[in-house]
């Protein structure tokens, strides 16, 4: 099982940046596909954004498409998300997560085996 710690969390006004960090560890942990997933406030989590485990193709959920940027560096097993122009309704917990089976190419969250334990976000306006 892959373990995930994130990072990087805060407060940012509108149109500000945030990125954050997601470091993974476990045995081939660096094959295994990533996420992020947001859980606003009485709503249930959904997905961000998602890269494959070789970092080549990358997904975004339509909300955040041009103003978030997911990637990966596995010689230092770490996902980041860079989020861009924030908006209020950004504001959400979190949660880094992998793949429950290496190789694939894109993490849907019923594909997920692992999470991290979440990270605030709260954007201003």
């Known amino acids: 099982q892959v373990q995930l710690v994130e990072s990087g969390g805060g407060l940012a006004q509108a149109g500000g940046s945030l990125r954050l960090s997601c470091a993974y560890s476990?045995?081939?942990?660096?094959?295994?596909?990533m996420g992020w997933f947001g859980q606003a406030p009485g709503k249930e989590r959904e997905f961000v954004a998602s890269?494959?485990?070789?970092?080549?193709?990358?997904y975004y959920a339509d909300s955040v498409k041009g103003r978030f940027t997911i990637s990966r560096d596995n010689a230092k097993n770490t996902v980041y998300l860079q989020m861009n122009s924030l908006k209020p309704e950004d504001t959400a917990v979190y949660y880094c997560?992998?793949?429950?089976?290496?190789?694939?190419?894109?993490?849907?969250?019923?594909?997920?085996?692992?999470w991290g334990q979440g990270t605030q976000v709260t954007v201003s306006s």
């Open positions: 476990g045995r081939t942990s660096s094959t295994y596909a």
């Open positions: 890269i494959s485990w070789g970092g080549g193709s990358t």
């Open positions: 997560a992998a793949d429950r089976i290496g190789g694939r190419q894109r993490l849907g969250q019923d594909s997920v085996g692992s």
